[in-house]
């Protein structure tokens, strides 16, 4: 099972992008599905999740009220609506899934992503 990220780029400071990740081989309807990012020289961190069978979501601090996570339908996508984008936002960005209904940490995901990088210029 593969979860296969787009949508990253280069964009200045105050754009927006938006992210996608798509699963071609199952759907995750009992599942959360989460963005990670990891900075150089930083531990993988959780920035959004969202459980697919109900509208529960979680933002980090970092990034809540600039970041949207939604779910797809059928439920095998899940895409990350960034908006006022910060130097700082840098990073490459993980799409993870994982069975049950709390987002939890990140060793407690089942599949995961390739990353997509996400560089915001000054």
């Known amino acids: 099972v593969q979860l296969v990220e787009s949508g990253g780029g280069l964009v200045q400071a105050g754009g927006s992008l938006r992210l996608s990740c798509t699963c071609a081989?199952?759907?995750?309807?009992?599942?959360?599905m989460a963005w990670f990012r990891q900075a150089p020289g930083k531990e993988r961190e959780l920035i959004a999740a969202?459980?697919?069978?109900?509208?529960?979501?979680f933002y980090a601090d970092a990034v809540k009220g600039r970041f949207t996570i939604s779910r797809g339908n059928p439920k095998n996508s899940v895409y990350l609506q960034m908006a006022n984008l910060k130097p700082e936002d840098t990073a490459i960005y993980y799409c993870?899934?994982?069975?049950?209904?709390?987002?939890?940490?990140?060793?407690?995901?089942?599949?995961w992503g390739q990353g997509t990088q996400v560089t915001v210029s000054s």
């Open positions: 993870a899934a994982r069975y049950g209904d709390n987002w939890g940490d990140k060793d407690g995901y089942d599949y």
């Open positions: 081989e199952r759907t995750f309807t009992r599942y959360v």
């Open positions: 969202v459980t697919m069978s109900g509208p529960r979501t």
